[in-house]
């Protein structure tokens, strides 16, 4: 614009016609300045051509970094996170597999611990007597065979001995050294070895449970396997008892402990299944996070049939493929906090 003023100063009339001179500096001015707007416009176009175009064609625009969209918090993407190996591995990250499983499907089952009737005995005196001494107390460990006491019988005045019939624990004495024994039990002697779930089986369930199906037994303990013994009756009750043989040898299982148990009624295989704890919900979709290198990306799933450890997957994923399926959570925070930051 100072070029133009410039020359309106240039052509500012020295006449004494002074009209004629500004409207013939007017129109001068005018032409010059659509010629100036003309040619800005044109070297515009220009710049953006050469903005907007390649050699080749290519569209670019001045937002590109050339990082693979990768933004500040090193994501290639909204759902993908990227972490080194080592650290995956102090923090626990686990990858499997995607491939074929064979599922169980199982119904929910409770009831409670017992001691079989064959594992508890009570013991009395064979011939009313005096009791001369004793040899066990509640808590004491006793094999088949073990004396238990020693009693001078009434009638013949001479002194027996009275046995553990089986191997077990004290539970229950009533004996002490000179008292007259009656009928009552002396000792009760309990074997803990093994136990019984008695599990309850409600009539919408019954038709699915059978003897010699596998079941596992939730306790506060643990988990325990084992199949079903017997389906019997309950007196007075709407439901029958699975009664389920429980291995005890450690001790940890206690008669009267209220258990949960997984009674399995099928299996069936699929062609690719992933791990029940690597699946997270992001944006409203199920889905694992699969690992590219250092890159652990969110893959929406379509999932079908599971089981306690596994979901089979209809669709969203490939045979074999690397995918988190422990501690997946870790992955998802770290993501959603990405996001949070970015929002802000």
């Given at each position: 614009?100072?070029?133009?003023?410039?020359?309106?100063?240039?052509?500012?009339?020295?006449?004494?016609?002074?009209?004629?001179?500004?409207?013939?500096?007017?129109?001068?001015?005018?032409?010059?300045?659509?010629?100036?707007?003309?040619?800005?416009?044109?070297?515009?176009?220009?710049?953006?051509?050469?903005?907007?175009?390649?050699?080749?064609?290519?569209?670019?625009?001045?937002?590109?970094?050339?990082?693979?969209?990768?933004d500040e918090h090193g994501h290639g993407d909204e759902n993908s996170s990227r972490i080194d190996s080592d650290m995956a591995q102090?923090?626990?990250?686990?990858?499997?597999?995607?491939?074929?499983?064979?599922?169980?499907?199982?119904?929910?089952?409770?009831?409670?611990?017992?001691?079989?009737?064959?594992?508890?005995?009570?013991?009395?005196?064979?011939?009313?007597?005096?009791?001369?001494?004793?040899?066990?107390?509640?808590?004491?460990?006793?094999?088949?065979g073990d004396v238990l006491a020693e009693i001078e019988s009434n009638e013949s005045l001479k002194i027996y001995k009275i046995r553990?019939?089986?191997?077990?624990?004290?539970?229950?004495?009533?004996?002490?050294?000179?008292?007259?024994?009656?009928?009552?039990?002396?000792?009760?002697?309990?074997?803990?070895?093994?136990?019984?779930?008695?599990?309850?089986?409600?009539?919408?369930?019954?038709?699915?449970?059978?003897?010699?199906?596998?079941?596992?037994?939730?306790?506060?303990?643990?988990?325990?396997?084992?199949?079903?013994?017997?389906?019997?009756?309950?007196?007075?009750?709407?439901?029958?008892?699975?009664?389920?043989?429980?291995?005890?040898?450690k001790q940890t299982l206690s008669p009267g402990l209220i258990v949960e148990a997984q009674l399995e009624i099928g299996r069936f295989?699929?062609?690719?299944?992933?791990?029940?704890?690597?699946?997270?919900?992001?944006?409203?979709?199920?889905?694992?996070?699969?690992?590219?290198?250092?890159?652990?990306?969110?893959?929406?799933?379509?999932?079908?049939?599971?089981?306690?450890?596994?979901?089979?997957?209809?669709?969203?994923?490939?045979?074999?493929?690397?995918?988190?399926?422990?501690?997946?959570?870790?992955?998802?925070?770290?993501?959603?906090?990405?996001?949070?930051?970015?929002?802000?």
């Amino acid at each position: 614009m100072k070029g133009l003023t410039t020359l309106f100063s240039y052509l500012k009339p020295k006449s004494k016609t002074p009209f004629l001179g500004v409207l013939f500096a007017s129109a001068f001015l005018l032409s010059a300045l659509a010629l100036n707007a003309w040619s800005e416009g044109d070297h515009k176009h220009e710049h953006e051509d050469h903005v907007d175009h390649d050699d080749d064609g290519h569209d670019h625009n001045e937002h590109d970094h050339g990082n693979d969209g990768e933004d500040e918090h090193g994501h290639g993407d909204e759902n993908s996170s990227r972490i080194d190996s080592d650290m995956a591995q102090q923090v626990g990250i686990v990858t499997a597999n995607a491939g074929s499983q064979e599922l169980h499907q199982t119904i929910t089952v409770y009831g409670n611990l017992i001691s079989g009737p064959e594992q508890l005995s009570h013991v009395r005196a064979r011939f009313e007597g005096l009791v001369k001494s004793v040899q066990v107390t509640i808590g004491d460990t006793v094999k088949t065979g073990d004396v238990l006491a020693e009693i001078e019988s009434n009638e013949s005045l001479k002194i027996y001995k009275i046995r553990s019939p089986i191997s077990g624990r004290v539970v229950q004495r009533h004996a002490n050294s000179g008292e007259v024994t009656q009928d009552q039990i002396l000792f009760s002697i309990a074997n803990f070895d093994t136990v019984w779930a008695e599990l309850r089986v409600y009539p919408a369930q019954q038709s699915s449970v059978a003897e010699g199906q596998s079941v596992h037994v939730l306790t506060t303990n643990g988990r325990v396997e084992s199949r079903v013994k017997h389906v019997v009756p309950s007196m007075d009750s709407p439901y029958q008892l699975a009664r389920v043989k429980l291995d005890n040898t450690k001790q940890t299982l206690s008669p009267g402990l209220i258990v949960e148990a997984q009674l399995e009624i099928g299996r069936f295989p699929v062609s690719l299944a992933v791990a029940k704890d690597a699946v997270q919900n992001l944006g409203g979709r199920q889905g694992v996070f699969v690992k590219y290198g250092d890159e652990y990306t969110f893959t929406p799933l379509v999932l079908g049939r599971g089981d306690d450890h596994f979901y089979e997957v209809i669709d969203g994923l490939e045979s074999s493929a690397e995918y988190v399926s422990q501690n997946s959570y870790l992955i998802k925070a770290d993501i959603e906090k990405s996001e949070a930051e970015h929002d802000h």
